[in-house]
């Protein structure tokens, strides 16, 4: 930019003010140093470009103005030092290239930020904690919707919240941006909310986001609380866990209405774009388990029915097999032999190591594809083998899951049980095996039918009374006979027992095995960890072979339904119908 000749106050003090640094030259017209000065000037504004601003003014024209600086006065050099002068202006030139540089940041930041959501809102303080009332209020009304949202509390940036007003040209907080546009404040919302347009408008950001952009949204936070240290009970880790769930529930929904699956058609038949969205009830059954509900079961039974659904939509595309029936089970167990049951329990064990290795080997492929899969700048066939592994690994998750729910929700309702009942402080717990007769509790009696008069009043009533558990007695256990005999002459009025004898006591009660049955299962676990993990499939397939030679009716039976099965219904029926 040349040196531009200033000839009216006005005019500097457009430049003085305006955005980009400038560099004035106070001259005479009858000086000769001052015109190679301004040559200097003349120069180093071609060295820096639009970085700085060059004027020259006559300074007995000006003599207010050159005897008082207005606007900011950076640094000044006075007489003829072409030398100071060159190095000043080119430091004050980087230092405006830095400040834009930073400006330019902070504007990409904050683009980020308002687009980090469908729903974003700018606020002093979070969803759970706001710290004003006006956000206190909005988030009152944008709770009442149930959209997935998220916040950004500004009192923790003063960057963000002197730029965000800058930048949206709104000079007070909250703000709300549904899908990178800014919607208002809380003015705005209430008539938004008073016109019942709040809802559409702030659903608007959705109405034409893409499915796959919604659970790769959902996936994106889901990876995250994976691998996070926010505490498990804090609330940004559970809010994040209502965002995902808010996606995923989304991304369910389109995927319902369009009817993407079908139990008629095989694995084959559905598209790479599909494939990522049969993993739905599978992420949700996990965020699930990660809710704070100590004083509910509700979580638990979700979680138990987000993993049934996908184990089932995967064995109507034949991933795995079937569930074994809870009532034949028991049913076998009544009437196997003790050998049965030894190699069933090696049988579990070898399953147990494959799935480990097969779970290890999963994530090791999966980490060094998730990056590539996200941003789909992977080939399509690596994509289709990425999410295929993944069912693999989500069906095995997902059997894992609800053993250890079903054994979470007996222990949630036996402690929500005690709590309600008033148990947790005046009764001895009392375990006994699966096998055993076992007494009706006292909470199980009809109540107001017996009274007492206080210590020693107590009277019975002609009713049938159930029987109370025996008090726990203390006695002693001790190494071997030399021990017993010591601790016998120094607490004669306790039982003292040996180990051996105390196990014998209990192996005669039913409730430890005794040493010959241990004996054998620690043989078939040595026996079962010697042996490859894959020999089982190999006797699965083997045994099938028998049954086919031998003419077996059951399996006969079997082959027999599914012939009819793919008779009737062909491969792709159900696809070719939902399309039509």
Known sequence: MPVVNVTAAEEYQKYINGDKKTVALFAADWAEQCG?????????????GEKLQFISLNAEQFPEISMKHQGSAVDRVDGVDVAAITSKT????ESASSAAATGQALEDRLKALINKAPLMIFMKGDRDGPRCGFSKQLIAIVNDTNLPYETFDILGDEEVRQGLKTFSDWPTYPQVYVKGELIGGLDIIKELLA???????LMAGGEDQKLSDIFLSGWNIFDELEVTD???NGSEFQNKVKTAMGLFEQATV????VSMFSANEMIDEVSTESLPFMLLPYFLGKLTTKINSPNSTQSLELGEIYFKDHLQRCQEYELCAAPKSHVATQDNQSGKSEQRELMEAAYNRNDKIAQYRRMKEIDEYMAKMRDAVKNKSAEDEDRRTFFLKYL???????KQELESLGVMKQLAQMRLARLAGGEADNEVDSFRPSNQHQQPSASSTSRGHGHSHGPGHHHPHHHQQAAKPKPLQP???TRNATQKAVFGLGYPSLPIMTVDEFYQQRVDEGIFPDEEKVAKMNQAQAIAAARDPNEQEDEEKAAEELQAEEDDPEYLDRMRRMDEYKDVVRRGDGNRHNRS
């Open 36 to 48: 190679q000065v301004k040559d200097a000037l003349e120069e180093l504004s071609k060295i820096t």
């Open 90 to 93: 080119r430091k004050l030139a």
């Open 195 to 201: 016109n019942k347009e709040l809802e559409a408008t």
């Open 230 to 232: 926010l505490p498990f």
């Open 254 to 257: 389109i995927v319902n209405q």
């Open 392 to 398: 693999d690994k989500s069906i095995i998750d997902s």
């Open 475 to 477: 006695f002693i256990i």
